[in-house]
């Protein structure tokens, strides 16, 4: 079991930037990797950023250049840096941990971007 506790999300306006924090109940050593789903209202859910435990990254296109997935290892905490933020990126932000073919979830934290 994985248990996932994600933080940061909110309100912003657009070009302005937040942070999501995920910190796991089990050593990122033990996860094959971590990341960021998001799912807007009327769209399917969406990969946005992964990252593994041996800090291999990939992002979806329309986040290149703005968004950064970091680890910290030490506190089993995978961050989001989202900078640059427009208005389509507003959507519920999802962690996520997959430790052999289980995929855990967060609860889900809301982020708004105002234009």
């Known amino acids: 079991q994985v248990q996932l506790v994600e933080s940061g999300g909110g309100l912003v306006q657009a070009g302005g930037s937040l942070r999501l924090s995920c910190a796991a109940s089990r050593s990122f050593s033990s996860i094959n990797a971590m990341g960021w789903y998001r799912q807007a209202p009327g769209k399917q859910r969406e990969l946005v950023a992964a990252?593994?435990?041996?800090?291999?990254?990939n992002y979806v296109d329309s986040v290149k250049g703005r968004f950064t997935i970091s680890s910290d290892n030490a506190k089993n905490t995978v961050y989001l840096q989202m900078n640059s933020l427009k208005p389509e990126d507003t959507a519920v932000y999802y962690c996520?941990?997959?430790?052999?073919?289980?995929?855990?979830w967060g609860q889900g934290t809301q982020v708004t971007v105002s234009s």
């Open positions: 990252i593994t435990s041996g800090g291999r990254t």
């Open positions: 996520y941990a997959l430790r052999g073919t289980t995929a855990y």
